[in-house]
């Protein structure tokens, strides 16, 4: 059985980065096993956010990456290393941060994967 999976890529030396050094690129990837009670509260917390113009964007992200944290990656990174360490306008085709962060949501939500994981993943077979 192959359970699907999906990572986000982080900046391991942001602070030598700005002084100049190449950047080092960490990828994390999601639990190996997401239960469908996961799935399910992936569904409701989009359907939360989804058009809800009462919550500020930034309750949103800040609903978003705690429940990727800790769901998601399992307590792997934290919300802490979201900000910090993941470039707010994109450094690869995965997009900007909003983007990447919301399509690791969808991901939870419903299982697609994006073609850059699974162009990875078919070549680690």
Do not use: H
Not at 105 to 110: G, R, V
């Amino acid at each position: 059985m192959s359970l699907k999976r999906e990572k986000i890529e982080l900046i391991k030396n942001p602070d030598e980065v700005n002084k100049g050094a190449e950047p080092e690129i960490e990828k994390v990837w999601t639990v190996p096993f997401i239960s469908f009670a996961t799935t399910r509260e992936a569904v409701d917390l989009l359907n939360e956010i989804a058009g809800n113009d009462e919550l500020s964007d930034d309750d949103k992200n800040d609903k978003i990456i705690d429940f990727l944290t800790e769901k998601a990656f399992g307590g792997k990174i934290t919300k802490d290393d979201i900000y910090n360490r993941l470039p707010g306008p994109g450094y690869s085709n995965q997009g900007s941060a909003q983007e990447i962060l919301e399509s690791i949501l969808f991901f939870i939500a419903s299982g697609q994967q994006t073609d850059d994981t699974k162009n990875f993943l078919a070549g680690k077979k």
